[in-house]
């Protein structure tokens, strides 16, 4: 049985009322069909603590009533350091932590794949992006999201020039020079603004001038450290 659950705008009463919801949804399953229920709960790593810990008891509040819940939290990779720190040892140690790396190591075969679907299989992707273009992409780029966006950055600016096949000095000119800057780099990862202000103790103001590579040496020396430690990529 699947069932859709509403959307909820990300704010902790939201949240709230979305673990609410979900439990008093798993207990009527439980007890209603007698089978074991999954719970999936994307962008988890947006989950605050306390939600994390309602999560625990609605386990074990199933488990006392002889019931079998399983949780599968999907988010990006803060949310396996969030769960490795020594505070949330709780919730933590209860947890398998699997990782799943994306196209991490394909891009190359994933740039070609995309193309050849795109063509419908009528084109080689070298007569549309050469050799050293395509290695352009597939050097700088980590995700899909940012291969399909630049590939048709590439693609509209080949189409206004003229240009077939489409050189890597043409792609170099719609790259973002800021993909592993540290501010995107910790986004993709799923650490905001104020999630760093939180965990780490620092202001606002901190964290912008260490993005900007304007932070006191010292001060950013001890940052860094602190972040290092928790796991983040820097």
């Not at 009322?17 to 399953?29: C, E, G, N, Q, R």
């Not at 599968?72 to 350091?81: I, R």
């Not at 993709?188 to 901190?206: C, I, M, N």
Request: proline share 5%.
């Amino acid at each position: 049985m699947k069932i859709r659950t509403p959307c909820i705008h990300r704010n902790r009463r939201g949240e709230k009322f979305k673990i609410l919801f979900y439990s008093l949804l798993s207990v009527t399953v439980v007890k209603k069909g007698k089978r074991p229920v999954v719970l999936f709960v994307d962008e988890a790593h947006d989950l605050t603590r306390h939600t994390l810990t309602d999560l625990k008891r609605l386990l074990e509040v199933i488990e006392d009533g002889d019931g079998k819940l399983s949780i599968v939290l999907a988010g990006h990779p803060k949310l396996g350091n969030d769960l490795r720190r020594p505070t949330m040892e709780e919730i933590g140690y209860r947890t398998d932590v699997f990782t799943l790396d994306g196209i991490a190591g394909s891009q190359r075969e994933y740039l070609q794949w995309l193309l050849h679907v795109c063509t419908a299989g009528k084109l080689e992707p070298e007569m549309i992006l050469t050799p050293d273009a395509i290695d352009l992409l597939a050097s700088k780029l980590r995700t899909p999201l940012q291969m399909q966006r630049h590939l048709t950055l590439a693609l509209e600016v080949g189409y206004q020039t003229g240009e077939q096949p489409i050189s890597a000095g043409m792609v170099d000119t719609v790259l973002s020079q800021q993909f592993d800057d540290l501010e995107p780099t910790l986004t993709r990862h799923g650490y905001h603004l104020s999630d760093l202000v939180q965990q780490f103790d620092a202001k606002p103001t901190e964290i912008k001038a260490l993005f900007s590579n304007q932070l006191d040496p010292t001060r950013t020396a001890a940052l860094r450290d602190r972040m290092l430690r928790a796991g983040l990529p820097l």
